[in-house]
């Protein structure tokens, strides 16, 4: 059991970052796009899931890099939903 360890703590990183690669809001991933990250932490499990934790997972500044460009935040906000009514 204790040389499998090592291979499933890989593997549990690997889907753990899958998982936040895929509910990650698209505006706010680091350097590359989702699905980049996506083939990268499935190609190379150990080292794409590494830089997916240091590089391009979002964080609070890149969030409010966005919100700064004034994306509406409810439906109520967005003119263009308000105007489709």
């Not at 509910?23 to 932490?41: F, G, K």
């Amino acid at each position: 059991m204790g040389r499998y360890l090592p291979v499933i703590m890989i593997v549990l990183l690997a889907i753990y970052c899958i998982v936040e690669v895929a509910q990650a809001e698209p505006y706010a991933v680091r350097r590359m796009p989702r699905w980049l990250w996506a083939t990268a932490i499935i190609c190379l499990p150990l080292a794409g899931s590494v830089c997916w934790l240091v590089f391009g997972r979002p964080n609070a500044e890149s969030r409010r890099e966005n919100e700064r460009v004034g994306r509406p935040r409810t439906p109520d906000d967005d003119p263009d939903f308000l105007r489709g009514l």
